[in-house]
């Protein structure tokens, strides 16, 4: 069964501080995803990463997909109260070729206190 | 761009009420919807894949005549709760893309929050 792990689930910090998100799995995905969803809304794209080591950077957010393309994770640098959220990764479903269908991580929610 | 629009964004109806909700391309031409349903603090459980012109294809457990989907134009895609109970009660959020691929984004409504009385 095709998963995505992400860890952890829940946290909270104080503005400033630094933190990493993690979405791991068992199986290579051609691409990852990561959307931030806050409450009431629908998620938001932040980011698809495509190549085995790639880095992006969106501000104070490092989006990193592991050399294998099993694994990405999210760092926020200097986190600020904006910043909290719902933070969902995702990947395009296996056996479901070209349909577009994604699976997503179990989400992490992240409560950053003033 | 690539906006999506659902309506309405509440709900609040009887037991045994149906209810429609639906889901618009503002700006792009949707060749596939995706219908999600979401529980307070966990992740989005795809419901359905709906394609324009075509019957939409459910998810394993999803009970297709429980919930009525119609994709009748490249930017308008319908779900219908029918009968709708307690237990129906829920965030459902759709999505749309303009083309079909595995790297393509999906661009998300800000979902509708249905309560069943």
């Known amino acids: 069964t095709q998963l995505l792990e992400q860890s952890p689930q829940f946290l909270s910090i104080q503005e400033g501080e630094n933190l990493t998100v993690y979405c791991n799995s068992s199986?290579?995905?051609?691409?990852l995803q990561w959307y931030r969803q806050e409450p009431g809304e629908g998620p938001v794209l932040l980011v698809t990463?495509?190549?085995?080591?790639e880095v992006k950077k969106l501000k104070r957010l490092t989006f990193q997909f592991g050399d294998a393309r099993k694994d990405s994770s999210l760092h926020i640098t200097a986190a600020q109260p904006g910043d909290t959220g719902l933070y969902l990764c995702?990947?395009?479903?296996?056996?479901?070729?070209?349909?577009?269908?994604?699976?997503f991580g179990q989400g992490t929610t992240l409560q950053v206190k003033p | 761009g690539a906006v999506v629009s659902q309506h309405p964004s509440w709900v609040i109806c009887k037991s045994g009420t149906s209810v429609k909700i639906e889901c618009r391309s503002l700006d792009f031409q949707a060749t596939t919807m995706f219908w999600y349903r979401q529980f307070p603090k966990q992740s989005l459980m795809l419901m359905a894949t709906s394609n324009e012109g075509s019957k939409a294809t459910y998810e394993q457990g999803v009970e297709k005549d429980k919930f009525l989907i119609n994709h009748a134009s490249l930017t308008l895609s319908t779900l219908t709760v029918t009968s709708a109970h307690p237990e129906d009660s829920s965030f459902y959020i759709c999505?749309?893309?303009?083309?079909?691929?595995?790297?393509?984004?999906?661009?998300f409504g800000d979902g509708t929050r249905l309560s069943i009385l």
């Open positions: 199986s290579v995905f051609s691409s």
């Open positions: 995702a990947g395009p479903r296996h056996g479901s070729s070209n349909t577009g269908k994604l699976i």
């Open positions: 999505s749309a893309t303009p083309w079909t691929g595995d790297n393509q984004p999906q661009h």
């Open positions: 990463v495509v190549t085995g080591g």
